[in-house]
């Protein structure tokens, strides 16, 4: 069985509100699916922290990087799954529709001595991320049609 075989990946649905630390401790704002996205997810795909590409309503696609688990250094107890977009905007945009295409894989959750060591395994992420999707492969799922599907349609498709 190869062990990524899910990828690509295409999920929508809605950001909802999380714990509130990504941007608070961690200087990195993360939006959350909900619940039933998560579970949505297929039960035998690798928690851990992956890359691709992301759109907000019907906005621009942008370079993303994405965490799925347990957050072990929160210890969180429900499963979540989290997108950091790499672009800066100038609202929240809680109660909007997210697209993702997760493209490849980077590391599993890791558990860290201090906040510091997770901010800085997650920019080491984020700068792998933009060297990795700028590869033909990764790149050509920006122009996915996924991304140009109406806005509030709720589908995951392999
Ligand atoms: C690229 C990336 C890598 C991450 N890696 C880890 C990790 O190795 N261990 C961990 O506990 N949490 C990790 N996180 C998750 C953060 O702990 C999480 O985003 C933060 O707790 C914010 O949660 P919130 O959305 O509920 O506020 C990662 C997040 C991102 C975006
Ligand atoms: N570049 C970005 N990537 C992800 N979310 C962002 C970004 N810029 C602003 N946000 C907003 O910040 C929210 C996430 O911040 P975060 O501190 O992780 O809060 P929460 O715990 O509620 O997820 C997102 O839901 C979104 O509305
Ligand atoms: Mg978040």
Redesign the pocket.
């Known amino acids: 069985m190869r062990l990524f075989r899910h990828l690509p990946y295409f999920c929508r649905g809605e ?1 909802v ?8 401790e961690l200087g990195i ?4 699916f909900s619940e039933q996205v998560v579970e949505s997810f297929p039960s035998d795909m690798s928690t851990g922290i992956y890359y691709g590409w992301a759109c907000v309503g019907n906005g621009d696609v942008h370079k993303m990087v994405v965490s799925i688990g347990w957050n072990p250094f929160y210890k969180n107890i429900k499963k979540s799954v ?8 100038k609202d ?3 109660g909007e529709i997210l697209s993702i295409v997760i493209t490849g894989y980077i590391r599993p959750e890791k558990n860290f001595d201090s906040v510091e060591a997770l901010i800085s395994a997650i920019q080491e992420d984020i700068e792998e991320a933009k060297r990795q999707l700028d590869l033909p492969e990764h790149l050509k799922l920006k122009e996915d049609n996924f991304f140009r599907l109406p806005e509030g349609k709720t589908v995951n498709k392999q």
Not at 29 to 32: D, E, Q, S, V
Not at 82 to 89: A, L, N, V
Request: charged share 20%.
């Open positions: 950001v509100k999380g714990f509130g630390r990504g941007s608070k704002p993360t939006a959350n989290e997108t950091h977009i790499i672009h800066t905007f929240d945009f809680y």
